[in-house]
């Protein structure tokens, strides 16, 4: 079992920045591919950026291209998602989540999620 907590979520103006963390507890953190996803309301949750244990990158839609950027601390057992030049559109529950599949994209093909941090970008 893997254990996510994220936190780092909260209201932020459009423009701004904010920091996603995701605490893993548990089996080893650097054995998972983890991964950050989101769920507007209304929508089906949204594959954002993954990470592979050795640090390969894959990010989904492009609008968060250039904006975000995941990032994993093994040492820690932590995952990051930097979010800048925020916009309404951003606004989601992300949610971390841990699996073992290397190049997973699809949420069905993660094993463990976090409870979801909300962010929400007024305009």
């Known amino acids: 079992q893997v254990q996510l907590l994220e936190s780092g979520g909260g209201l932020v103006q459009a423009g701004g920045s904010l920091r996603l963390s995701c605490a893993a507890s548990g089996r080893p953190f650097s054995n998972y591919v983890m991964a950050w996803f989101r769920q507007a309301p209304g929508k089906e949750r949204e594959f954002v950026s993954r990470?592979?244990?050795?640090?390969?990158?894959?990010y989904g839609p492009d609008s968060v291209k250039g904006r975000f950027t995941i990032s994993r601390d093994n040492t820690k057992n932590t995952l990051y998602l930097q979010m800048n030049s925020l916009k309404p559109e951003d606004t989601a529950v992300y949610y971390c989540?841990?699996?073992?599949?290397?190049?997973?994209?699809?949420?069905?093909?993660?094993?463990?999620w976090g409870q979801g941090t909300q962010v929400t970008v007024s305009s």
């Open positions: 989540a841990a699996g073992l599949k290397t190049f997973a994209t699809d949420w069905n093909q993660y094993d463990y």
């Open positions: 990470i592979s244990r050795s640090g390969v990158i894959t």
